[in-house]
Structure formats: C-alpha cells, structure tokens
C-alpha cells in the first residue's frame, strides 16, 4: 500500500503501511516454558518475534544492500540516532521523508537513543540532570544531547521503534554508581516519554504531502476512511477505544517507544528500574547495560532477573547480544527482540558463525578448501561460493570479502531465529530449543 | 549442461559448456559501416559482441557479488593472471577446477598475459629475451615471466580467451624503441602460440574427474558423443575439418589464444605488428600499448589504421578502454571487445557515468538530492537509491557506497554496448550510433 510520501521519485519505493488497526502492538501466539512467540504490529510491518534485528549504523547494515537484507527475511533494521544525527543530519533525513525513504527500507527500523554512542564514542565533555555535552567523534564539534532532544531526533527519522534516552552504566560500576546512574536515566526516561507523547505525530511519513510538519494538527487532514493514510493500531493510546471512529490523531500509523532497564549488575536496582519504568507504561521495555565486559553468566542472570518485573503482554528487548547460542537462550528465557554488531563485525574480520562452529576464513586451512562455508547452511553465499575462494577475497583484502561473509553471517542469525520460532510453534513435541544444537567452539 | 567437474560439492554449479561444435568463433550477423555486430562462441557462453568485459582483477569485480553481474547482463568478465598468479596462486586455482569454478562464474573468462602488470606494477629486475624477472608488489618476491610461463598459467586458470605475452610498450617511445619492443612481443607472440598449442588441453575443465592433467592424451577417454564432455567448435583447430568424426583432442571445448599488436604511436609499426600476428593465425587479435597516456585522438588514430590490417572474420579487441563514448566509437570503427576499469575504480571513488554525464556523487549539492543517480537509468541502483543516499554512503566511507556505485556505472556500460548492438541490428533506418547521445560532461 502506498504511503503518503511515494511521490514516484523512486521508483517503485513504497511506505508501505501495515495496515491492522486493532490489534495490539504485541499479539502473542504461542508460549513454550518462558519463550513465546509474537507478531510486533509496527507501522511498516508485522515482525514476527522472537527476532533478530541486523544492525545498520549509518542507515546502512555495512556491506550489504537493501534487497538482499530482504531475500534474508530481515523484518526490522537497528539505526544508530548518534551517528545519523551527526552525518548526514536528522533534519536532512527528515527533509527526505525520512529514513525508511531515506535508506529506501519500507519495512521496519528501531533507532536508539545515541545515549550508548554518546557515552562510548564521543569526547563528553558533561553529563548533567539536563543532558550530556560531548564532542563529535568524527570532527570534534560540539553538541549536546538531552531526552528531549534524543526523542526530536528520532522523530526526524522516524522509526517504528526508537528508545528512551538513557545512560549506559560501565562495568563494573559500585553500588552507589549504579544507583546514581540509575535514577538519572529513570528521569531520562520520563522526559523521553512526555516529549515523544507531545510529538509523535511528527515523524516525517505522518506528513501528508504538501503540508509541513505540525500543521496536520491543525486539522488539514483529508477524509479518515477515504484518505490515503492507512492506520495502524500500533500505537494503541492514540485509538479512542470506545468507538469505532479513529481520533484525528490516530490518521497515521504512530510510532513506539521503549523504555530502558538499567542498575548495573545489581538485581534489587535492576528491579527498581524495571518497576519505575513499568509504572511509566511504555510500549515495549529494553534491558541495557549488558554485553559492557561481564562474564556471560552475569549477563543471562541481569536478564532472567529482571523479565520476572516486566510486563508479559509487552516487547522485550535485550540490546546489544549476542553470539548464535545466546541469542536462542535469550529468547527461550522470554525475549522477544535483540540486536548485535556481531555477525556484522565479526564477518568483516573473516569470522563466520556456522553450524560446526566458528570458522576464520583467513586460516591457511581453507586455501584449498572447494567446500561451502557451511555445508548446513542454505543462504545463498554457501549455495555458491566455496571457503577457498572467501579466504582469498579475505586474505586478499577484497570488499566482496566484507559483503559476502556479511550475508552468510546475517543469515546464519536469521535461521537461527527463524528455527527458535519454529521450535516454539512446534511446541514440547517439536524440537525442543536445546536441539537447535547451536555449536559455539571453533570449527 | 553440466561440466564434468560439477561434483556437487558447490550446490547448483554447473560449468554449463556450451555447445555448438560447427559454429566459427565469431560469427557475424550484421555491419553497419565498420561496426559489426556478432556472435563469440566460447567454451562457457555466447557473447554477443560489440562488448565490454568488466574488469574482476583478483577474481572478483570489485565489489559487486557475481549473481548482481549476472542480472545486469554481464557476459564475460576478465581477470589479471599477474593479480592470480601471485595470489591465491595458480595451481591453487588449477586444483579447484579452474577459475571458473574458483569464483563460481559459470560463463565466459578472459585472461590477459600479466605483461602490462608486471612493467606498471612490480619492480622489474631484468628484461632478456627470454622474458622478466620481476619482484611481487605484494611482498618483494622474486618470479620470472616468459611467454611459456605466462601460457602455462593462464591454462591452469582455465579462461575462454587466454592472451599471447607481450611487452607493453611505454608512451612515449623513441621511434627504435618502439620497434626494438615490438620484436620482443612477436618473438614472445610465437613462443605463447607454440606452448598453448601443444598444452591448450590442459585447462582444468577439460579434465575428467579422477584423472590428472595430461592422462587425457594416453587416450582414456569415454566415447565422444556417449560421453559426459560437451564439445564447442570455438577452437577450429582441434576439429578435423574433413569428417563429422571429431578427434580425441577435440572431446571437450578447447579456449582460445588471441596475439597482441604493438608498435607504440606508429603507423607503420603497427602494420607490421598486425600483418607479422596474422601470419602466425591467431583466434583474435588484441590492440594493446593504447590508454598509456596518449591524446584520445592518438588513440582512436591508432585502433583504425591497425584494424585495417586485422582481419574481419576473427575478433578484435582493444585492451584497456575507455570513457563510454570511447567505447562506442570504437564499436563503430569495427571493434568487438572492449575492457576498462573505469568504471568499476571511478565507482570507488564516488564518479558515476549517467545519461546526464559524470556525476560526483560525493558533492554538496546531492546532498538533499531525492533523485535516482540516472533518471534515465533502469538499474537497481537506480530503481532503488536516492543521490541523497549515494552520497551519504560515500562521504561517510561506507562499504556499501563502493557496491552501489561500482553496480550502477557497469549497468551503465553494459546497456551502453547494448544499445550499440541494438543500432547495428537495427542497420541504417535505426538509432544511429551518434544519437546513442553519450554525454561526457560534468552533469
């Protein structure tokens, strides 16, 4: 369906809205034990959970292009609002009709906050109650980041999901650290929330044609039914639920935002967190703060300790994991949603994930090896290339290297995730989730 | 068709011979003045010529995936055998079947000598009839380059069209220079012809599987025409003219070798150089020593005063062009093959070629751009991408930026010889070749 924004520039680029008005955000199909299994209604498409999301830091998932991101079956993309806000700048995506126009992914995006990127790139220069200060990695111009500010540069790029604006607590952090750190993002949180409520209308696919941003308040909307705006139920608060009859507000699909647990390693904090920001009622909830150096035990623990206090009927979102066998126990102890650098990084170094484990491309071992990088694996990498021929690009130094490792590695992640879901409709009779057999050590 | 190194070990590979053992190696099927358009029968694929062949130097085209070359229509690629030689390695290639099966590119290869490379690229220690003893640009290391050796290479890469080794003569050359290095080659041209002659079977796909290189000429070898080896007509001189009845060496696809014209920017020396190749009865003929530095008018002067001298039924070639109007112009003047890394090393640095002209797609000015790179582009970059995009990609130095790019100038080239083929078959009443309108300015 076409949004408003498809003024034929691209050809064939669509907003396509999801169009399902009264579902919920999370309609929840199948438990086994603690995992389940969901569609996420997101305005520009139905996610099927638990997922993985790819990340593209400069609305971009690095070496790999749109459509072959789709022929993966990637559902949601992760954009970093830090670097965006930086180069090319919010207002000049927004100005493009945003970033699924921008990029040209008319499926779904989630952006953080910048607050992580603030905290681990940049040169801040102050954190104070009111925002951070800090320094651009790339040119060292000054800039401040705010909740409020964090949530209007969100809007401008419009994701489907973005994130409350947060601080990211080091490991390890003391007691009283944590604690401190906590209640700052706990206010983060609840600015965040109401500047977001106040603006969500903003984002820039809720702009018909013609008008600016704003002025659709003012009442210049075309007919409900017989526009061209399909609605989503998404953002359940902006449907009058007594009637049938949308609110004006409700004539565009409207965006989510999660709010993000922290308290370091400390479960009575991380309960707190989970409770106050429960209390705030967010769409969907994130566990931050992990994957910062802990041992991988600690990690699950945070996790597992703080699903009990979050909502059963809402996303959750564990940012930042993980490798392969993680990504399967997280979602069996109940997540939803989560993100990783990982297999994008890792492929631009030659590290592969496959089904007989870890495999670096560049050893010697494989200079003559005729054999696909996974044997198991049907992604279209593996269904054409051979290890020998990966190694030489790799060793090589050749940039088909960083796109084809990429695709094996992101497929390799959606499979997984794909088979977790399976697993979980198949219920206790099917494969049980231990089976998925998910081989960590090298190959 | 399957060849007979498909042994499943890469899913769906397939050498796929093609087979028409009468057919000549070129077949012409139309002139339009000098311009002539035709067939290229090759062991792996009909090529229909006037054609340009992107550049894969170290078995890949720089960053483009080899299904990506395949939809837009790219017939036959070439590859460096200095770049393969050195790394991975021949006979590393050689024992993965080839190069074919090496970079899973089931059509047609070409391969040139490494001569231009090793006098452009390594550090040449000694040059003696015999050939050059150079040190790697990789690493320092000593080799030696002869005609055999060269020869002895390229067959264990195993392309469709394999080039004599020649001296690239510099620009400028002193007039004995010119001719002491034109001697050079032809003596060279000779030697390549006498060893490919004698070991042209021993290109990895000529093999069956489970012998060895050269077990093939003891005579075992399954029935010709019961028998798993497709056969071409490609190499005329493996056919016995005077029966149906082929001869044992013809049982599989024979490649082809084409001689090198040198002679630097002199008339006469380049007659002497075509008529002196002709003699010794290439398959092809490659005008080489051009796009050294020498004015465009040089160039063009060049080609057609030494295709007079080459003769009509065989393909020429012109190594090392150019701009796309180049490539047209030279279509016209009676060229068949063309190859250039323009476009793919322009892509890299952000110079795309559109109908409009040449865009540098890193200025300001596209920096809001919400248009296609090429309106008039019906690639899937173009279908897809904004310059806006384009722009953010290659100024934040995105690997992505080098695929998009590098796809969009190759489907600029290859529709440029399309439509220059559709003009010849369209004879006089059609599009011209001047209102093919290749603009060459600064969009």
Not at 75 to 87: D, F, P
Not at 216 to 238: C, I, T
Not at 395 to 415: K, M, Q, R, V
Request: aromatic share 8%.
């Amino acid at each position: 369906m076409a949004g408003p924004q498809d003024d034929g520039l691209l050809g064939g680029f669509e907003l396509n809205f999801y169009n399902d008005r009264m579902a919920p955000l999370l309609e929840i199909h199948q438990q086994q034990g603690a995992a389940r299994r969901a569609t996420l209604h997101l305005p520009h498409a139905k996610v099927e959970t638990p997922v993985f999301m790819p990340v593209g830091t400069a609305a971009t998932v690095k070496a790999v292009p749109q459509d072959v991101l789709e022929s993966l079956g990637a559902q949601i993309v992760l954009a970093n609002t830090y670097h965006l806000y930086l180069r090319p700048g919010h207002e000049v995506i927004r100005s493009l009709g945003g970033l699924h126009r921008f990029m040209s992914w008319p499926h779904a995006l989630l952006t953080d906050s910048g607050g992580y990127q603030v905290f681990s790139l940049s040169n801040i220069r102050k954190v104070t109650p009111e925002g951070v200060e800090f320094r651009s990695h790339l040119d060292g111009s000054k800039h401040f980041l705010s909740p409020e500010r964090s949530i209007e540069i969100q809007l401008a790029l419009g994701a489907d999901v973005m994130m409350a604006f947060d601080e990211c607590t080091e490991y390890p952090a003391e007691y009283a650290r944590a604690k401190q750190s906590l209640e700052l993002t706990l206010d983060w949180a609840r600015r965040s929330l109401d500047y977001f409520h106040a603006h969500l209308h903003e984002v820039p696919w809720a702009v018909p044609q013609g008008l600016k941003p704003g002025q659709f308040l003012a009442g210049e909307w075309p007919a409900v039914n017989g526009g061209p705006y399909p609605v989503s139920g998404a953002q359940s608060s902006v449907l009058n639920p007594e009637s049938a009859v949308l609110s004006p507000e409700s004539r565009v699909p409207s965006p989510s935002l999660f709010g993000i647990v922290q308290g370091g390693m400390y479960p009575d904090l991380r309960r707190e967190s989970a409770e106050r920001l429960v209390e705030m009622d967010f769409d969907g909830y994130a566990i931050g703060g992990l994957s910062v150096g802990e041992p991988r035990h600690l990690t699950r623990e945070v996790i597992e300790r703080t699903l009990e206090f979050l909502p059963k009927d809402k996303p959750r979102y564990v940012m930042g994991v993980g490798y392969p066998d993680e990504i399967v126990e997280y979602a069996q102890l109940g997540v939803d949603m989560m993100d990783c650098v990982l297999p994008t990084r890792a492929a631009r170094h030659g590290l592969l994930f496959t089904s007989q484990g870890r495999v670096n491309i560049k050893n010697k071992q494989y200079a003559e090896d005729p054999n696909p990088p996974d044997p198991a694996c049907a992604c279209p990498v593996c269904g054409r290339y051979s290890r020998a021929y990966l190694r030489h690009l790799a060793t090589s130094g050749e940039p088909l290297a960083a796109t084809l490792n990429t695709i094996h590695n992101l497929a390799f992640y959606l499979d997984t995730m794909r088979r977790v879901r399976d697993s979980i409709r198949q219920g206790p009779q099917g494969n049980s989730p231990p089976s998925l057999n998910v081989e960590m050590a090298d190959a």
